[in-house]
């Protein structure tokens, strides 16, 4: 167990609507980022937040936003969405920035019909 | 441009036999580079975090080198074992501003 949260687990929506997804990170862990994953592919960086500012953008579609709330937990938002977007979304933690240890959830399973 | 090349791509063995899995990387300023192993759908779990005057880490029998001269990694895993089956990801860390994953190479472990 990593100790960070992720929910829900398994999601299924229709093409169109929108989902938040849910990371509580470690005890501690200022940092959150979040990653897609397709299937059978690797893990593509999305957005980082550090104690509730946004400090790094990756691949992020202009439908997807994030933020981190003031107890650092942090919600990702999809809407208007796309078959293309079903995929595993992963939150990790880390205590600071880019050098430290990252701990990644269990992932969110997003299926788009 | 910071890259992060994996090889092979994939890899089958048997078990109980030892294997090494490569990564090359052009990522400067550099400041660490690690090992992830990503069981199929789940989350990354860390092996090891190398910084870049280690040449040598080990993790029970996950034994991680690195040559920063140049820009090379490895991760041998000993005398394999069926749970060993798994993607293992190289992600290297970019001074303090950035982490760049490879995309992994899918170990199979069979009996």
């Known amino acids: 167990d990593s100790g960070v949260t992720q929910t829900p687990k398994h999601l299924i929506t229709a093409t169109g609507q929108r989902v938040t997804l849910r990371c509580s990170p470690r005890s501690g862990d200022l940092s959150v980022y979040w990653y897609q994953q397709s299937l059978d592919q690797g893990l593509q960086f999305l957005i980082h937040?550090?104690?509730?500012?946004?400090?790094a953008k990756g691949n992020i579609l202009e439908r997807f936003s994030a933020q981190q709330f003031p107890d650092l937990h942090s919600e990702l938002n999809l809407s208007s969405l796309e078959l293309g977007d079903s995929a595993l979304y992963f939150c990790a933690s880390s205590v600071a920035t880019y050098t430290g240890e990252l701990f990644f959830g269990e992932g969110s399973r997003l299926t788009v019909l | 441009k910071n890259q992060v090349e994996q090889s092979p791509q994939s890899l089958i063995i048997l078990e109980g036999k030892n294997c090494t899995l490569q990564c090359n990387y052009t990522v400067s300023p550099f400041s660490n580079l690690r090992w992830y192993k990503q069981d199929t759908g789940r989350g990354p779990v860390s092996l090891t975090i190398m910084t870049f005057s280690e040449n040598t880490k080990s993790n029970g029998r996950y034994t991680a080198t690195l040559d920063a001269d140049t820009k090379q990694s490895s991760l041998h895993i000993t005398a394999s074992q069926l749970s060993d089956s798994a993607s293992y990801i190289c992600?290297?860390?970019?001074?303090?501003?950035?982490?760049?994953f490879g995309t992994g190479t899918r170990l199979q472990v069979f009996p």
């Open positions: 992600v290297v860390s970019r001074n303090t501003d950035k982490l760049i």
């Open positions: 937040y550090y104690n509730g500012e946004e400090r």
